[in-house]
């Protein structure tokens, strides 16, 4: 089904929970005020409210709307001025009920809507096109099938859209949003205030290699900009450069065929960048590494892209750096230990080489150097870490002894592997008082000496 390993979706499914957290924090809020305000309903609105809710086909009833109350106070609905502006139906197990001719689309002054998390399963409604006050759609996982209309494009005040399908991954034959397969820019052409899009496992198959200048020209608001799985094709248009506000790129698990292009790393503001699973090749831009806002990176899964580390600057930003499966190599720079917040750093599968320098990362959680070349002893500093939960450095050329655990009480570690080097002599007691410890992994190697297994937590 997906070709997408799933860390990196689950960075991007991650980045978007923040989006879609910070909305469920902010409609209640809003709504307490609207209620505060005593603003009653219109009586026109309240109708088109009870409409809708009689033409929508529930699974499960939802928690009914009270009658005797201002229809303002009810769940999801938020008014201005007793007109309803917002309306939150996410995950109100709707399966059906939403045609052409819904009363929903007569709410002219809506400016939020969410359908999230339902199933409606039928194609779009192009009378969407008719919500022109709204600022911020919601449609991620709603279950609308087939081609996103052209009307779309009627809904120029549009700030945040999301189209996400990511219940492919549960029910993988699940049908698929395309853009239209004719004139699929059409819909987006006009949504220049868009700061927001989110089109994960939408088939974009129709954009070709188009979408990047289309994006560029059409969208130059655009911050956050996610299309993980939609099928496009490269490489990635250099009239993206002109997105001065991008701050999150994630184009995972698309066959784009692509150099990454090194105005990647003049966009100020970016803090997310993925890459993985993209069929990337040639030399990946240096510079990126140094971009100071950046906090994420993976370009893993892209096993042609080359690639070395630069001296890291101070005051850099990163926190998520994977690079599993790439043709990267040479060393890992002492100045890695300016990456303060660093958490997790996965070099696995690559082609690193050198000795690895004393990490002096304290927020190092999980580091995965498995699969390179890495030689020389393993750095004692590793194991004084007390944040790590996470160590694999199999399958490498370290040798010399394991060195102690000084300080076991506060380790958090969790994962040790260590196969397939060329260690030797005995292996430190300190181990196995390593309360958090449920993974050991040490064969081919040539450890020897003896362990008392009743002072072990592995029983
Ligand atoms: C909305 O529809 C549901 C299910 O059809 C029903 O149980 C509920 O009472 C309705 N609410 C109102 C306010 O009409
Ligand atoms: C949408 O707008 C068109 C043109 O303004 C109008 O004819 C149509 O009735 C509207 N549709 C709905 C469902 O309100
Ligand atoms: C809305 O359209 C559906 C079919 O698309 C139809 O069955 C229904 O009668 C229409 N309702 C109204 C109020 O026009
Ligand atoms: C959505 O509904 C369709 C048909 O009504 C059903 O086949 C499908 O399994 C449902 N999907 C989910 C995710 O519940
Ligand atoms: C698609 O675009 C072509 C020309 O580019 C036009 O002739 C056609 O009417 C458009 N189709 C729709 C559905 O707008
Ligand atoms: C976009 O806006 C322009 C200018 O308002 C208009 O001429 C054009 O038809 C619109 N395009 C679409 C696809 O709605
Ligand atoms: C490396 O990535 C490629 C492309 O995604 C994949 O086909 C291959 O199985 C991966 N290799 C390993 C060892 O994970
Ligand atoms: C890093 O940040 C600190 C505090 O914000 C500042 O004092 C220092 O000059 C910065 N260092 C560099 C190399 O930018
Ligand atoms: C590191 O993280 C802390 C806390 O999250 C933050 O205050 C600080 O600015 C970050 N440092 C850099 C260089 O990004
Ligand atoms: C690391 O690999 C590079 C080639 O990628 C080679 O030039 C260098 O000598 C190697 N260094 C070590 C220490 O093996
Ligand atoms: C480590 O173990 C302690 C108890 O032994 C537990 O409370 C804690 O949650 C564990 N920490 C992690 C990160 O698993
Ligand atoms: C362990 O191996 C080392 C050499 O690698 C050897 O000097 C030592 O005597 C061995 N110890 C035991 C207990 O076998």
Redesign the pocket.
């Known amino acids: 089904m997906i070709r997408t390993p799933p860390a990196f979706s689950w960075l991007c499914n991650f980045l978007m929970m923040i989006n879609i957290c910070s909305t469920l924090i902010l409609l209640p809020l809003l709504s307490l005020q609207a209620a505060a305000a005593g603003q009653s309903c219109l009586s026109h609105e309240r109708s088109l409210l009870l409409q809708l809710n009689n033409t929508l086909t529930f699974d499960l009833d939802p928690r009914p709307w009270d009658r005797s109350t201002d229809c303002c106070t009810w769940d999801g609905v938020r008014c201005e001025e007793g007109r309803v502006v917002g309306l939150d139906l996410s995950d109100k197990s709707i ?1 059906g009920g939403m045609t052409d001719n819904s009363s929903l689309f007569q709410f002219q002054y809506l400016k939020t809507l969410d359908l999230s998390l339902n ?1 409606f ?1 039928t194609p779009m409604p192009s009378s969407f096109g008719n919500l022109t006050s709204l600022t911020h759609l919601n449609l991620a996982d709603s ?1 609308f099938v087939g081609q996103i209309p052209i009307e779309l494009s009627r809904l120029t005040n549009l700030v945040t859209l999301d189209f996400t399908t990511t ?1 492919l991954i ?2 993988p034959r ?1 049908p698929l949003l395309k853009v239209h397969q004719s004139n699929w820019s059409m819909s987006f052409q006009n949504l220049t205030k868009l700061e927001e899009l989110h089109l994960d496992f939408v088939d974009m198959s129709a954009a070709g290699k188009e979408w990047g200048r289309v994006f560029s020209s059409s969208l130059p608001n655009l911050r956050v900009l996610t299309m993980t799985g939609c099928s496009l094709s490269g490489p990635i248009h250099h009239s993206l450069r002109n997105l001065h506000s991008l701050s999150s790129l994630c184009l995972d698990g698309n066959p784009l065929s692509s150099p990454v292009p090194r105005f990647i790393a003049n966009f100020p503001r970016l803090t997310s960048l993925i890459l993985s699973n993209c069929g990337l090749y040639g030399a990946f831009p240096q510079e990126i590494f140094r971009v100071p806002s950046l906090e994420y990176v993976d370009v893993s899964f892209n096993p042609l892209l080359q690639g070395s580390f630069p001296e890291f600057p101070q005051n850099n930003s990163l926190q998520y750096l994977e690079l599993s499966n790439t043709s990267f190599s040479g060393r890992i720079p002492t100045s890695i230990n300016n990456l303060a917040n660093l958490s997790t750093l996965d070099l696995s599968k690559s082609r690193f080489n050198g000795s690895v320098p004393n990490f002096m990362l304290t927020k190092l959680v999980y580091l995965d150097l498995s699969a390179n070349k890495f030689t020389g002893l393993i750095p004692s500093s590793l194991f004084k870490a007390a944040s790590l939960e996470r160590i694999d450095l199999s399958d490498n050329e370290f040798h010399g002894q394991l060195p102690d655990f000084p300080n076991v009480s506060p380790s958090l570690l969790q994962y040790l592997y260590l196969g397939g080097n060329n260690l030797e002599g005995p292996i430190p007691m300190s181990i196995f008082e390593l309360k958090n410890l449920s993974y050991l992994s040490l064969p081919f190697n040539n450890l020897n000496g003896t362990i008392q297994l009743e002072s072990t937590p592995f029983q």
């Open positions: 399966i199933n399963s279950g219940l549960v029910f699940s």
